[in-house]
């Protein structure tokens, strides 16, 4: 009995092993390590990173943006694994290039990374305020270099995170007398 019992230990540790050394290979140190290794294996533009902009850290996850090298704004999910961070789910923005947005123009595309987190882009100076399904999203002016028509154009990246965001999320821009300037549904996209 004993001898069967330490078969089948034997047998799941050896059976277990490709799955912890993977783990492993795939970790890293710090978040930051993870985004730019997983970035390096990259093939496609869109998952390159150019420039970091800004993170945000919820318990075992952090949630980078980034410029990528096709010039529009990536989101990628950092986890803490077994043995440390890695790289997972990653979502562009939209096809479009930052400096291709005009001035007063909201994104078109608004994005959705797992139902948690919302992110898009506005060039309006108009806009202080964003709310997801109530919840005030960040906003961050993208303080790079911008290559435009309109050297006045301030291009701000905006992100909100919730693990209780509805199906349908309504999204409201708001001025400084908290007055709507617009509002739109938000449309799910599926990441690398």
Known sequence: ?????????????????????????????????????????????????????????????????????????????????????????????????????????FTTSHITVSNRVKFGLIASTDITDIRVDEEQATILPLDFDVSSSSPEKTIKLWYAISDHFSQNSKLEFLNAQGEMLKDAAIREVRGN
């Open 1 to 105: 009995m004993k001898y069967k019992r330490f078969k089948l230990a034997l047998l799941l540790l050896v059976g277990a092993l490709p799955f912890f050394i993977s783990e492993y290979l795939v970790s890293y140190s710090h978040p930051i390590d993870a985004l730019m290794n997983s970035s390096l294996k990259q093939t496609d533009e869109l998952y390159q990173v150019k420039q970091v902009i800004g993170s945000s850290k919820r318990n075992d996850e952090v949630i980078f943006f980034y410029l990528n090298n096709d010039e529009s704004i990536t989101a990628a999910v950092v986890t803490k694994g077994l043995f440390g961070w890695k790289s997972g789910l990653q979502v562009t923005a939209s096809s479009r290039k930052i400096s291709d947005l005009e001035t007063d123009q």
